[in-house]
Nanobody, 124 residues
Framework: QVQVVASGGGWVQAGASLRLSCAAS????????MGWFRQATGKEREFVIA????????YYADSVKGRFTISRDNAKNTVDLQMKSLKPEDTAMYYC?????????????????WGQGTQVTVSS
């Protein structure tokens, strides 16, 4: 059984940094792209950032370029999302997901396994 568990959310002020972590188990981690998505209250879930199975390729939403980075440790089956210069509009529930494919994608349909979400709140 595949499990995806996200952690690290919290409340911060605008301009601060925060790191989210995701641990996955039950599948061949290095063969699976990993992605982060977010959903703000009253809005649809949207793509944030993703990384390929090897970690050699990343894909960012325009809204987070230059501020967010993603990395993975295939030895530990973990993926981290480092967020800097946070803005109030980054406030959302953040979800980690494991893809059925090796390459990163913004398409939610390609992500087969989803974590429970971790809340990030950025105050102005």
């Amino acid at each position: 059984q595949v499990q995806v568990v996200a952690s690290g959310g919290g409340w911060v002020q605008a301009g601060a940094s925060l790191r989210l972590s995701c641990a996955a188990s039950g599948h061949t981690f290095s063969s699976s792209a990993m992605g982060w998505f977010r959903q703000a209250t009253g809005k649809e879930r949207e793509f944030v950032i993703a990384i390929s199975g090897s970690g050699g390729s990343t894909y960012y939403a325009d809204s987070v370029k230059g501020r967010f980075t993603i990395s993975r440790d295939n030895a530990k089956n973990t993926v981290d999302l480092q967020m800097k210069s946070l803005k109030p509009e980054d406030t959302a529930m953040y979800y980690c997901a494991a893809s059925s494919f090796y390459l990163p994608s913004r398409r939610q349909s390609e992500y087969e396994y989803w974590g429970q979400g971790t809340q990030v709140t950025v105050s102005s």
